[in-house]
Antibody, heavy 116, light 110 residues
């Protein structure tokens, strides 16, 4: 059974870059599927950020596209998120996930706070 | 890419049935049979309850069912139980390897 685990700083200063990594176990990223990031501001709903295919092709939410980079390291079986120029509005729980057309398998999530 | 529309809240008494709607467009819900539903307790990650519109993962009670008509998908929970009280989110594939979520529905069991 696939497991995903997010890691990274829990506090990022305004205007800096948020960086998170998702370690995948129980499945090889190279075998397929899309791997991505979803966030949830405190008390709010879910927002798809973007995803990457094992080949390296990336797909981003248009509202975040100018600030987001998702990359994959198949040798470490992990993928990463970078979000630049963060503000307090980027405070959220960030989930990494395996995405199939019809369902999503989630990591446990990690809270990232950007102070105002 | 606009969020799918869900009611902010629904409620029902134990044993009753409730239905949560999820309305999108022909570019997402109406265009693909790839709607999924997630249950989320406070402080927890979402849990898959329905995938591919109406399929149940192993371990999910058959009290949970999904359907779709046109641009609107629905999650029905029958025989409501106290531990069904949670937030529920719909999600649809929206083409070009993108996904879109609903705003979430808070289910209260009275």
């Amino acid at each position: 059974q696939v497991q995903l685990q997010e890691s990274g700083p829990g506090l990022v200063k305004p205007s800096e870059t948020l960086s998170l990594t998702c370690a995948v176990s129980g499945y090889s990223i190279s075998s397929g599927y899309h791997w991505g990031w979803i966030r949830q501001p405190p008390g709010e709903g879910l927002e798809w950020i973007g995803n990457i295919y094992h080949s390296g092709s990336t797909y981003y939410n248009p509202s975040l596209k100018s600030r987001v980079t998702i990359s994959v390291d198949t040798s470490k079986n992990q993928f990463s998120l970078k979000l630049t120029s963060v503000t307090a509005a980027d405070t959220a729980i960030y989930y990494c996930a395996r995405l199939r057309y019809g369902d999503i398998w989630w990591g446990q999530g990690t809270l990232v706070t950007v102070p105002s | 890419q606009s969020a799918l529309t869900q009611p902010r809240s629904v409620s029902g008494s134990p044993g009753q049935s409730v239905t949560i709607s999820c309305t999108g467009t022909s570019s997402d819900v109406g265009g693909y049979n790839y709607v999924s539903w997630y249950q989320q307790y406070p402080g927890k990650a979402p849990k898959l309850m329905i995938y591919d519109v109406s399929k149940r993962p192993s371990g999910v009670p058959d009290r949970f069912s999904g359907s779709k008509s046109g641009n609107t998908a629905s999650l029905t929970i029958s025989g409501l139980q106290a531990d069904d009280e949670a937030d529920y989110y719909c999600c649809s594939y929206a083409g070009s390897y993108s996904w879109v979520f609903g705003g979430g529905t808070k289910l209260t069991v009275l």
